[in-house]
């Protein structure tokens, strides 16, 4: 089976071709340069003729789009591009997907906005589908989301609009299969299909997730109002303004919301958690249970324990089925020693600390069997005089007392670290 794909070497375009590749497709890629080797490629410019399609394409999916602030006239020769490549699918008797925006709209604040909103209807009318995402993110750092992390990353603060603005992510791979999921289904015709988190999220959370997950850094929040904005605007002219990005902010203020819960499960996609997949990977629970390992070793070995050792915990907990870490807590990240106040039966024997003590004894069993751990339990040092064994036997038993006493005080904090991991799982 073969896909025409325009755009195919963008953001959306490289993470659509690879999985399709993946999935047995021919991908054929129309783009103004040649794409990697494994793709075959047509020649394709949007200023330019519709490729010719290919015997046998199956779908022609659009992605190719004009992101400069151009003039009504551009956004004109956008739509008869459009236009040409619908032609172009029904001649090849070929399914037509555009990849259009959420906000396209008749009266969207921006050119990009109205423009997406023409072309839908030139494929509603030809009986094509339109997916509308909402923000795109994750993998690599590209288009908007790669301008957003950057930004990110290069300041100490982070914007937050107001009033503020809701967003609707979805990981640039799930968007990938959902496109997939479209072309493989044929009852979907004539159709918009809304792709993006069923819950908005305010903008400025988004942007601190960035900041959490992919960044891994504090970020300030600093209150920029929204009328302040539209001052500047006045003030610097409609051209200037969006050649500094300002038509985008507005399109965001603007940003209508979807109802993408229909369409989500019309196709039977299960978007993955932001956190996950801010991740570079975009499997966050595998950098969850890294994190996991390293706070329960450090804790058995009372030092920060070797990658070898980190690497076959997180190994035997998959080998067991065990995808999702039960450590969460920042503050058990950032102080190992307070599972000491988990570590008692009071809270490992009942129900809710069993997957704790569980992978506690994991933990245990693999840094026993380590040299690391050979220095730790088996006493693997230097010899001592008697008088230096004596302090130190008198000083362990001072701190076992003392964590004893801590624990039956910090019981109750305790109980709320294994709450704080859980509602941080959910989350």
């Known amino acids: 089976m073969k896909l025409l794909i325009t755009g195919a070497t963008g953001y959306i375009g490289q993470r659509l071709s690879a999985l399709a590749t993946a999935r047995g ?9 040649p794409g990697p080797a494994p793709y075959a490629w047509l020649p394709y410019d949007l200023r330019g003729p519709a490729p010719e399609c290919p015997a046998g394409t199956q779908a022609l999916i659009h992605l190719a789009a004009d992101t400069s602030t151009g003039a009504d006239n551009d956004a004109d020769d956008e739509v008869n591009a459009a236009l040409a490549l619908i032609r172009c699918a029904q001649q090849g008797s070929a ?19 109205r423009t997406k909103w023409r072309i839908e209807q030139h494929v509603l009318a030809a009986g094509g589908t339109v997916i509308r995402p909402g923000q795109v993110y994750g993998g690599p750092e590209r288009g908007l989301f790669g301008l957003l992390s950057g930004l990110v990353r290069r300041s100490p603060f982070i914007p937050i609009l107001w ?65 302040l904005l539209r001052l500047l605007r006045r003030l610097l002219g409609h051209s200037l303004g969006a050649k500094l990005g300002l038509e985008r902010i507005f399109s965001l203020v603007h940003l209508p919301p979807m109802d993408s819960e229909r369409s989500l499960q019309k196709l039977g996609v299960q978007l993955r958690p932001l956190a996950h997949g801010m991740h570079r990977s975009g499997r966050g629970q595998r950098r969850g249970l890294l994190q996991e390992a390293t ?28 995808t999702r870490p039960v450590i969460s807590s920042r503050l ?31 933990a245990l069993a693999i840094a026993e069997a380590s040299p690391q751990g050979a220095q730790v339990f088996l006493g693997v040092q230097q010899s001592r005089s008697p008088v230096a064994t004596l302090v130190a036997l008198g000083l362990t038993a001072i701190k076992a007392l003392t964590w004893k006493l801590a624990a039956l005080l910090g019981r109750p904090f305790a109980r709320q670290l294994l709450r704080e991991s859980e509602a941080q799982r959910e989350a």
């Not at 997907?97 to 906000?103: D, E, K, P, V």
């Not at 792709?195 to 997950?213: E, K, M, N, S, T």
């Not at 030092?303 to 035997?316: D, E, G, I, K």
């Open 95 to 113: 399914r037509f997907i555009f990849i259009s925006s959420q906000t396209a709209e008749p009266t969207a604040p921006s050119v990009y906005g």
């Open 295 to 322: 706070v329960l070793l450090n804790y058995l070995l009372k030092r920060p324990p070797q990658r070898s050792l980190v690497s076959r915990y997180v190994r035997a907990l998959e080998r067991g089925g065990k």
């Open 25 to 33: 497709y021919e991908v054929i890629c129309a783009t103004r340069h």
């Open 332 to 362: 058990l990240m950032s102080w190992p020693i307070l599972l000491a106040l988990l570590d008692t039966p009071g809270v490992l024997g009942k129900p809710d600390g069993q997957a704790l003590a569980w992978r506690l004894q994991v």
């Open 163 to 227: 009033p503020a603005p809701c967003v609707q992510p979805i990981h640039v791979d799930d968007l990938a299969a959902s496109i997939l999921a479209v072309v493989e289904r044929d009852d979907i015709r004539a159709e918009i299909l809304n792709l993006g988190a069923v819950q908005p999220i305010a903008f400025d959370r988004f942007l601190g997730a960035i900041a959490a997950h992919r960044v891994r850094a504090v970020r300030l929040p600093i209150p920029l109002p929204v009328a």
